[in-house]
């Protein structure tokens, strides 16, 4: 293989949390394309709907003002970590680099 292979593909579809291994649906969202848990259960007080499209694939779409009912064929869940906040970890910021001062800037010798 002449190239190596690429990041596996997001998880989409039934599937367990990797932190409390709840029952999840593994689903894209239909704004910035990302994974997203939502949990298995379907929640009538949920804020996400989630559909199956004619692949396979499960979509997520927060409800809005726009639309703000579930449509055809899709049900109201709730996102796993709205109700598993343990599982969120919110990204960490890198560290600055320490600077190294041992370079020493060169000078321009003929001017
Ligand atoms: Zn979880």
Request: hydrophobic share 25%; charged share 25%; glycine share 4%.
């Given at each position: 293989?002449?190239?190596?292979?690429?990041?596996?593909?997001?998880?989409?579809?039934?599937?367990?949390?990797?932190?409390?291994?709840?029952?999840?649906?593994?689903c894209?969202?239909a704004?910035?394309?990302?994974?997203?848990?939502i949990?298995?259960?379907r929640?009538?007080?949920g804020n996400t709907a989630v559909r199956?499209?004619?692949?396979?694939?499960?979509h997520s779409r927060q409800l809005t003002?726009?639309r703000p009912t579930p449509e055809a064929g899709e049900n109201l869940h709730?996102?796993?970590?709205?109700?598993?906040?343990?599982?969120?970890?919110?990204?960490?910021?890198?560290?600055?680099?320490?600077?190294?001062?041992?370079?020493?800037?060169?000078?321009?010798?003929?001017?």
């Amino acid at each position: 293989m002449p190239y190596p292979t690429a990041r596996p593909p997001a998880p989409n579809g039934p599937g367990n949390c990797p932190r409390c291994l709840a029952d999840v649906i593994w689903c894209t969202t239909a704004k910035n394309r990302v994974p997203q848990m939502i949990n298995a259960d379907r929640d009538a007080a949920g804020n996400t709907a989630v559909r199956v499209d004619h692949l396979g694939r499960y979509h997520s779409r927060q409800l809005t003002q726009e639309r703000p009912t579930p449509e055809a064929g899709e049900n109201l869940h709730k996102p796993h970590i709205a109700t598993s906040p343990t599982c969120f970890t919110p990204r960490q910021p890198r560290p600055p680099a320490p600077r190294d001062r041992r370079v020493i800037r060169p000078t321009r010798w003929q001017r």
